[in-house]
């Protein structure tokens, strides 16, 4: 089992950044996949960014590529997503899954574990 927490939302003028991270408890960390979602208002879960177990290996959604960045700190348990040039349609909670399969993917229901979610607002 793993427990996983958010941290690092808020609300950001459009073309601003945001930081979001994510703690896990246990001691195999660094065994798991990690990914984020997302979820805005009456739309379904969608995939933003994953990595895998060395953080050497990483895929983003189309609509983020290029503006966020994923990377894990194994020693500290973390997963992070940097976002930059933050649009109004990038508003939404965002999700921290892990899974202990051996590779990521971009459906959301191959993930084991999950956060309770951050909001990120970004205005126009």
């Known amino acids: 089992q793993v427990q996983l927490v958010e941290s690092g939302g808020g609300l950001v003028q459009a073309g601003g950044s945001l930081g979001l991270s994510c703690t896990a408890s246990?001691?195999?960390?660094?065994?798991?996949?990690m990914g984020w979602f997302r979820q805005a208002p009456g739309k379904e879960r969608e995939f933003v960014a994953a990595?895998?177990?060395?953080?050497?290996?990483?895929d983003y959604a189309g609509s983020v590529k290029g503006r966020f960045t994923i990377s894990r700190g194994n020693a500290k348990n973390t997963v992070y997503l940097q976002m930059n040039s933050l649009r109004p349609e990038d508003t939404a909670v965002y999700y921290c899954?892990?899974?202990?399969?051996?590779?990521?993917?971009?459906?959301?229901?191959?993930?084991?574990?999950w956060g309770q979610g951050t909001q990120v607002t970004v205005s126009s």
């Open positions: 990595i895998n177990w060395s953080g050497r290996s990483t």
């Open positions: 246990g001691r195999t960390f660094s065994r798991y996949v």
């Open positions: 899954a892990a899974t202990v399969n051996p590779s990521y993917s971009t459906n959301y229901y191959y993930y084991d574990y």
